[in-house]
């Protein structure tokens, strides 16, 4: 490559490899032959399922781990030779990027300024840059510990970029944020981009925000699937994407559960009502019989259709995994409430987290509560578990009284915390067996259930291994196979699939449809808008207050018509938490 092509370029890897010794002494490839390029003044994306490699890339990239074959520059320095001078001209942001919450926002940035030797006379000029830029300006003073989830993500690559990089790593920055804070986010990144000349690679588990970048890399099993403009991913889809009416009265989910698992659909998503469907672009299956009577129509491709024809066909869909998820139906109609919420409230101190919440929630309905960080859901499903008191008003789950009956409630009662909450020094096997005696299982039943477990989830081959060391994904599995052992009526799931993969939250969402046919309560929180889709009913959340509440549908409506349509999901939730801002922000300017 001449000197000039090698000025144009950020990254440059050839046949780049890692691998890792588990502890059980098997060697697992994480990268196979990589190659890449990111350019200068470019936004690079890469994305791929759980356990792809993309976060391994980006420490090789970063100088914190050496390559195990193959080359590999970074700003035109050999990173093995000089890992120093690559770590001088680039910030790396990691997924659990290391605020540090008793200090407030500006002794975060001084902390970091410090660490890289920024000198006192540079820094008011870089901090009152990224202070306007992230907005954090009004909140200087405040205790990191007390921001919200986006407000923590953007002080983060505040303090990433405190030294003025060449090149900007992001590992998966919007991970656990809200719509409104991730859109706020991407703002930032795209300034960078655009405006300042930045060189920014990072990891993405939203496919749209992949869409928007200038390059993106698809990785599955530490290999290279697609590399290029992320129109050139979309078109391998090209006239094979469609938008299908569901039945009349008959929500999108059910459509999209009878084609999901057909040989002729690739894959297929509820969305704003109707359900998007790939096409195989063969005959196979009977996806024209499932088809029949329903308005079908084609629809322009995108990346994530592009992306999981990639990956489909490396992985064919699994349709065992979403059979059988409990042993028998649970009796009663679907009318009967089995949660109810009345007048709740939750306060910490002065601190009034969830401020007179109403709902009720009926047998076997999937039911999304959906709000920006901090809006009080993590602790309304807390109080609603038995895991935390309710400072007044009434909970009742399965008939039981929370603030008598509280273990009782609990036996009825399946929870997925919002981070992996098992045992990470125990292995799979050792989980399960914790938690089926936890849950009163003995013997034959207790044996059955795991095996159910392990067989239904496909924890096979990782029984052994530390649940800490587990992909993503399957740490999912796991947590989901725990809370489903003891065959709960109810189940608390706190954003389950945040980070998750496109292929790995289909495989999620398959299970959920299924228990829901089985009579099983769902309660879900979930950041992406688009499985808002799959809920019978929702309500948005914001400080702790009820903003909406109803279908997908009648919520829908409440956004802002785009010009190809209908608002969807996330317009809706964004015009609805920002009208209620303004009301604050209008009641506040009022009283002053």
Avoid at 36 to 43: I, S, T
Avoid at 314 to 319: G, L, V, Y
Avoid at 371 to 396: E, I, Q, V
Avoid at 539 to 551: F, K, Y
Wanted: proline fraction near 5%.
């Amino acid at each position: 490559m001449s000197g000039a092509a090698k000025d144009r370029v950020a990254v440059l890897g050839r046949k780049v490899r890692k691998t890792f010794r588990r502890a059980r002494g098997e060697t697992v490839t994480a990268l196979d032959d990589v190659s890449l390029e990111v350019r200068h003044g470019a936004l690079t994306a890469l994305v791929g399922p759980d356990g792809a490699g993309k976060t391994t890339l980006i420490r090789l990239i970063a100088g914190l781990m050496p390559v195990d074959g193959g080359e590999l520059e970074v700003m035109g320095f050999d990173v093995a030779a000089a890992p120093q001078a690559v770590q001088d001209r680039i910030a790396y942001m990691p997924q659990r990027f290391g605020l540090y919450e008793d200090l407030t926002v500006l002794e975060n940035l001084d902390l970091y300024a410090d660490l890289h030797g920024v000198p006192k006379p540079e820094r008011a000029d870089q901090y009152r840059h990224l202070l306007d830029m992230t907005a954090l300006a009004p909140f200087t003073a405040r205790l990191a510990g007390k921001l919200s989830g986006g407000m923590k993500q953007k002080l983060g690559l505040a303090c990433t970029l405190v030294r003025a990089p060449e090149l900007l790593l992001l590992d998966e920055p919007t991970v656990g944020v809200d719509p409104l804070s991730r859109r706020e986010l991407w703002d930032i990144v795209w300034r960078l981009v655009r405006e300042d000349g930045l060189s920014v690679l990072l990891s993405t588990a939203y496919l749209d925000e992949a869409e928007r970048c200038d390059h993106v890399l698809v990785l599955r099993e530490g290999k290279v699937l697609a590399s290029g403009p992320p129109a050139k991913v979309s078109e391998l889809a090209a006239g094979r994407t469609f938008r299908a009416e569901p039945g009349s009265g008959e929500p999108a989910r059910a459509l999209q559960s009878r084609l999901i698992d057909d040989p002729g659909i690739v894959d297929a998503v509820p969305e704003a009502g109707h359900v998007r469907l790939v096409r195989t672009g063969s005959s196979a299956g009977t996806a024209d019989t499932l088809l029949a009577g329903h308005a079908v129509v084609p629809v322009h491709p995108r990346l994530e259709d592009g992306f999981m024809i990639l990956l489909r066909q490396q992985a064919p869909a699994r349709t065992a995994s979403a059979a059988a998820p409990r042993a028998r139906r649970i009796e009663g109609s679907g009318d009967t409430t089995v949660i109810e919420v009345r007048d709740l409230v939750r306060k910490f101190g002065e601190f009034t987290a969830v401020n007179h919440v109403n709902f009720r929630v009926r047998r076997g309905e999937i039911f999304g509560l959906l709000g920006p960080n901090g809006a009080g859901k993590t602790t309304t499903f807390r109080m609603l578990c038995g895991l935390l008191p309710a400072t007044s008003g009434t909970l009742r789950v399965a008939g039981l009284d929370l603030r008598t009956a509280r273990a009782s409630a609990r036996r009825h009662i399946g929870y997925v915390a919002q981070k992996f909450s098992l045992y990470g020094q125990l292995s799979v096997a050792e989980n399960l067996e914790f938690f089926a005696s936890a849950y009163g299982l003995r013997g034959a039943a207790k044996r059955a259930r795991m095996d159910w477990a392990v067989h239904h989830f496909e924890l096979g081959r990782m029984i052994d291994l530390p649940s800490g060391q587990l992909p993503g994904g399957f740490k999912q599995r796991l947590a989901m196979a725990a809370a489903l052992l003891h065959e709960p009526e109810i189940l608390f799931l706190d954003e389950p699939t945040s980070g998750a993969d496109p292929l790995a939250r289909r495989e999620f969402w398959q299970r959920i449809t299924a228990l829901a046919k089985q009579g099983v309560t769902v309660i879900v929180t979930t950041h992406f808008m688009e499985e808002a889709e799959y809920c019978d009913r929702i309500v948005i959340q914001a400080a702790g207050t009820v903003l909406a509440e109803g279908t997908p549908a009648e919520v829908r409506r409440q956004g802002t018509p785009r010009e190809s349509g209908e608002p969807t999901m996330e317009d809706a939730f964004i015009a609805i938490v920002e009208a209620a801002r303004r009301r604050v922000a209008g009641a506040a300017g009022r009283s002053a």
